[in-house]
Structure formats: C-alpha cells, structure tokens
C-alpha cells in the first residue's frame, strides 16, 4: 500500500514538471516568433528610411521628407511609414505593404545633424534638419509582448552631416 503511495505521488510531482515545462517551451517558443516578426518588420523600415532620397529642389543635403509626427513619417510625396490600426504600413511610390500586424504602439522621434531631438510634428521646412530617426514598434501575441527600437541615419544625407 505504501508503494502505491509513493508511485502516486512521484506520478502527480512528474506530471506537474513536464506541464510546467510544456507550458515555459511554448511561450518560449510564442515569444521567439513574436521577436522575430518584429526584427523583420524594423529590418524592413529602416531600410526604407535609410534610402530617403534627397530633394532635388534644395540646396545641399536635404532629405525629402514631408512631415514627421510621433507616428507617422511621410516622403516623396508618396511613401510612408505608418501604423494603419494594427498594422504597421509602409507605402513606398503609391504601394501600400504591410510590415507587421498585431501591432500594439508605434513611435517615431527625430534627430538633427548636432544630434538634438527635433519637437515633432514637422512639416515643410521643419522637415529639413532631420538626420537621424528612431523607430520604437511593439507588438503582442499569446500573451507575449515586446518591443523593439533602433535609430536610423539617413544614408543620402552623410555629406550633410556636421559629423564628417
């Protein structure tokens, strides 16, 4: 009987490790593809802010960019980057792709060249001191969230820079 006892008891102890460890892999695993969705979404954006063209009507290193805001970044009178409910969206010439969906918060802030935060929105001529973008994307999914950041240099501006 007492056998039965203890075999019972390291049967129910056994069960409730390999639950807990079911349970540990799959939001692992939840959270493994949630990051990588979201690594592929920023790879995606800031290879379109770096490629920002330069605006053939000013003078010197100018970015063409239209307007800023903290969600929303607006170029060449038709790309941009924005979120579109919960879908982060990027328009490039006229075409609009989604990036991301699930997307909890979207933000944007922008830098000169002497490196000081720009007060956003910008429009028009304000827009034209922006060097350097910062992207901050946050998603969830099956209870799993996380947030990614970087900061972007405008490649066609590095002869603008006050850095070189």
């Known amino acids: 009987m007492t056998a039965i006892v203890v075999v019972s008891f390291l049967m129910v102890s056994t069960a409730n490790i390999i639950f807990?460890?079911?349970d540990s892999y799959l939001a692992s695993a939840?959270?493994?593809?949630?990051?990588?969705?979201?690594?592929?979404?920023?790879?995606?954006?800031?290879?379109a802010l770096r490629d920002i063209p330069l605006d053939s009507s000013q003078a010197g290193a100018v970015p063409a960019?239209?307007?800023v805001s903290a969600s929303s970044l607006n170029w060449s009178a038709?790309?941009?980057?924005?979120?579109?409910?919960?879908?982060?969206?990027?328009?490039?010439a006229g075409t609009p792709r989604t990036l991301m969906s699930g997307v909890t918060s979207f933000?944007?802030?922008?830098?000169?060249?002497?490196?000081?935060?720009l007060s956003l929105p910008l429009s028009g001529a304000g827009c034209q001191q922006v060097r350097r973008v910062e992207l901050t994307i946050s998603a969830s999914r099956s209870g799993v969230s996380e947030t990614l950041r970087t900061r972007v240099f405008l490649r066609n501006l590095i002869e603008g820079s006050s850095s070189n």
């Open 20 to 22: 807990a460890s079911v």
């Open 30 to 47: 939840a959270r493994s593809r949630l990051t990588a969705d979201l690594s592929v979404a920023m790879e995606q954006a800031s290879a």
């Open 107 to 117: 933000a944007l802030a922008a830098w000169n060249d002497a490196g000081s935060a």
């Open 78 to 92: 038709d790309s941009s980057l924005t979120l579109s409910g919960t879908s982060l969206v990027l328009n490039t």
């Open 65 to 67: 960019i239209s307007a």
